[in-house]
């Protein structure tokens, strides 16, 4: 049982190069998102999907896209990277709060992205 | 919109006393509560929640959290800190009346516990 697997763990783009991060979970998981991590603005939303074929935008949305072809992966696309993109990018999943327990997250150990 | 307010940037303790984190909240309906840790380099771990029923809720490592709903707050707290315990901590809420299951997290607060 791997959990939440990520990649790249690290990654350097140019501005304007384009790039996905993998996000892929073995827990059977509905809910699956993505969070970017900033100094001193702790972890905000930017995509989250309820279930497969179905995604919604979070705080962040603006230069990212994600789809959710099957339960197990939720890609987060960045289409056109730009240094304020720069930011350490966590994906995490959960059961739905009322099918098992409460849908307390289960994070991957985090891509940190560095564009010039 | 649910929104989480953790209002010291840091905290620091001696090994061996009590400690507490500070964590306030804002739903329009009744939350979800939950405490995560983050140590260098890594993931975020659960640490507890709250869900219903007792106000104090205990998790992982000897940690417990009080609920509070007229005060809107979910501190975590430890009884006597150990140096491993030195890390990051987010608080996060969910709200129950939100189909969307989005979980908002605090901006963190950096415990540091010297020997």
């Known amino acids: 049982n791997a959990g939440v697997t990520q990649t790249p763990k690290f990654q350097v783009l140019k501005t304007g190069q384009s790039m996905t991060l993998q996000c892929a979970q073995d827990?059977?998981?509905?809910?699956m998102s993505w969070y970017r991590q900033d100094p001193g603005m702790g972890l905000r939303l930017i995509h989250y999907?309820?279930?497969?074929?179905?995604?919604d935008q979070g705080e962040v949305p603006n230069g990212y896209n994600v789809s959710r072809s099957t339960t197990e992966d939720f890609p987060l696309r960045l289409l056109s990277a730009a240094p304020s993109q720069t930011s350490v990018y966590f994906c995490a999943s959960s059961y739905f709060p009322g099918r098992v327990g409460t849908g307390e997250l289960f994070f991957g150990e985090g891509s940190r992205l560095t564009v010039l | 919109a649910q929104s989480v307010a953790q209002p010291e940037d840091q905290v620091n303790v001696a090994e061996g006393n009590p400690l507490t984190v500070k964590c306030t909240y804002s739903?329009?309906?009744?939350?979800?509560l939950f405490w995560y840790v983050q140590y260098p380099n890594r993931g975020l771990q659960f640490l507890l929640k709250y869900i219903t029923g007792d106000n104090l809720v205990k998790g992982s490592y000897g940690f417990e959290a009080e609920f509070n709903k007229s005060q809107t707050s979910f501190h975590l707290k430890k009884p006597s800190a150990l140096v491993s315990d030195s890390a990051l901590y987010f608080c996060a809420v969910r709200d129950r009346v939100d189909s969307s299951y989005k979980l908002i997290f605090g901006s963190g607060t950096r415990l540091l516990v010297r020997p």
């Open positions: 827990m059977n998981h509905e809910y």
């Open positions: 739903v329009s309906g009744n939350p979800y």
């Open positions: 999907s309820v279930g497969a074929g179905i995604t």
